[in-house]
């Protein structure tokens, strides 16, 4: 169909320059060109068509076919690089989904640690806070214990203190006569 559109084309192109140039020609003017140096132009470029046209129709035709199969590969290539690009943005997506999970499942069960180590740790304060008021009941009770028995002590020193003053005071040599011999009766009579 190319083939006869062209060479209609061929056949029509001399016949219109030829026209051209008989109109010219009866109106008088002079041509530089006259018909048959037309007419010897066209069937050279006619010529030259059809021999490019020999020559390079196998090679052309080659080289667009092979263009269009390499094309096409390219687009089978891109087509299969986008499918494996779209499958693999699935399967992320899925797993972020199943990170999303994961993630709040961690959270409760560090939620849940955490209030388990709270109770834990507010137990352990409790007793150590009771463990440390008991010690420190335990240690006020002894240091009562201490004051009273240093207070029973001086107590003890004040009163033989005073007795002894009191005594120095109030006996007289004869009181001290009669208590040594009722105390050397009593150690005589011990015996």
């Known amino acids: 169909m ?4 062209i060479l209609s084309i061929l056949l029509v192109l001399p016949m219109i ?7 010219a020609a009866s109106e008088g003017g002079t041509s530089p060109w006259n018909s048959w140096m037309l007419m010897w132009r066209v069937v050279n470029t006619v010529a030259l068509v059809a021999l490019l046209a020999y020559f390079l129709k196998k ?5 667009f076919s092979e263009r269009r199969m390499q094309i096409e ?4 290539d891109a087509r299969e690089q986008r499918d ?15 990170m999303e999970r994961e993630l709040e499942k961690m959270r409760a069960d560090l939620e849940k640690a955490a209030e388990a180590e709270s109770q834990k ?10 463990a440390m008021v008991e ?3 335990l240690a006020a009770e002894q240091e009562v214990r201490k004051a009273k028995v240093i207070l029973k002590n001086e107590a003890v020193d004040m009163a033989v203190k005073l007795a002894e003053t009191l005594i120095r005071e109030k006996i007289t ?12 009766d009593k150690v005589g009579g011990m015996k």
């Open 2 to 5: 190319k083939a006869r559109v």
């Open 17 to 23: 320059l030829l026209a051209g140039t008989a109109f």
């Open 59 to 63: 090679p052309l035709v080659s080289f």
């Open 73 to 76: 590969k390219d687009i089978a």
């Open 84 to 98: 494996r690009a779209e499958r693999i943005i699935a399967e992320y997506k899925e797993k972020i989904s199943g």
């Open 121 to 130: 740790v507010t137990g352990n304060a409790e007793r150590m806070a009771t």
């Open 135 to 137: 010690a420190a009941r």
């Open 173 to 184: 040599d004869s009181d001290r006569k009669k208590i040594m011999e009722d105390y050397l």
